[in-house]
Nanobody, 124 residues
Framework: VQVVESGGGSVQAGGSLRLSCTVS????????MGWFRQAPGKQLEGVAL?????????ADPVKGRFTISKDNDKKILYLYLEMNSLKPEDTAMYYC?????????????????WGQGTQVNVSS
């Protein structure tokens, strides 16, 4: 399974970014795909997830501002995160993941398939 993120960058507060992720070799045997983030000195935390039935869930800090979606083309899954009304506190490394498990938006270590991350910087 290969997970590759793209689309990070620098933006001013109030701006928007769209993150993309390709997941190859994964059959969604576990029900979740999603986005996580880790700010410097902080714990890795979940941002948004999407289930195999396309239902979605968002962590409270991003509700109403972020939108997760997915698509597939043959054996490749595509995951997106549309981020609007960005705030400086959204600055973090963002990771795409598949097949993870989490409790209260904190992922269980060593479970699932993870990308290398894409950096998002939001300036005030």
């Amino acid at each position: 399974v290969q997970v590759v993120e793209s689309g990070g960058g620098s933006v001013q507060a109030g701006g928007s970014l769209r993150l993309s992720c390709t997941v190859s070799g994964y059959t969604m045997s576990r029900p979740y795909m999603g986005w996580f983030r880790q700010a410097p000195g902080k714990q890795l935390e979940g941002v948004a997830l999407i289930r195999s039935d396309d239902s979605v869930a968002y962590a409270d800090p991003v509700k109403g501002r972020f939108t997760i979606s997915k698509d597939n083309d043959k054996k490749i899954l595509y995951l997106y995160l549309e981020m609007n009304s960005l705030k400086p506190e959204d600055t973090a490394m963002y990771y795409c993941a598949a097949g993870f498990r989490m409790v209260s938006w904190v992922p269980e270590p060593g479970i699932g398939y993870w990308g290398q991350g894409t950096q998002v910087n939001v300036s005030s």
